[in-house]
């Protein structure tokens, strides 16, 4: 099961933390990615953590540079740091895992069986 929480309203430029817990056991090869869906919009790819051996984090285009995907050592909860937030950002934000994926798979939803409750984010301008 997954628990998202650490949704608001902000102004633009401001900053948001979101967080995803996840419980039960999980394989040794899973990722947890967070995507977005803006009102009359599809669903969004925003940021994937991996871990294959390693760790690989993944960011779509928009939010490189703005936004950071980070785990605690456990690997049970992720969190998603959203600065220099804009109007755009606006969306329920929804996390998401997946075990034994692999990179190719990580940006797609249809990658992901599992999912969490979503998360209200509004930036206004």
């Known amino acids: 099961q997954l628990q998202a929480c650490g949704g608001g309203s902000v102004q633009a430029g401001g900053s948001l933390r979101l967080a995803c817990a996840a419980s039960?056991?999980?394989?040794?090869?899973?990722?947890i990615s967070w995507f977005r869906q803006a009102p009359g919009e599809g669903r969004e790819f925003v940021a994937a953590?991996?871990?294959?051996?390693?760790?690989?984090?993944y960011y779509a285009d928009s939010v490189k540079g703005r936004f950071t995907i980070s785990s605690d050592n456990a690997r049970k909860t992720v969190s998603l740091q959203m600065n220099s937030l804009k109007p755009e950002d606006t969306a329920v934000y929804y996390c998401?895992?997946?075990?034994?994926?692999?990179?190719?798979?990580?940006?797609?939803?249809?990658?992901?069986?599992?999912w969490g409750q979503g998360t209200l984010v509004t930036v206004s301008s």
């Open positions: 998401a895992l997946s075990e034994g994926i692999i990179t190719s798979q990580v940006r797609r939803g249809d990658s992901y069986p599992n």
């Open positions: 039960g056991r999980t394989r040794s090869n899973y990722a």
């Open positions: 953590i991996r871990w294959s051996g390693g760790t690989t984090t």
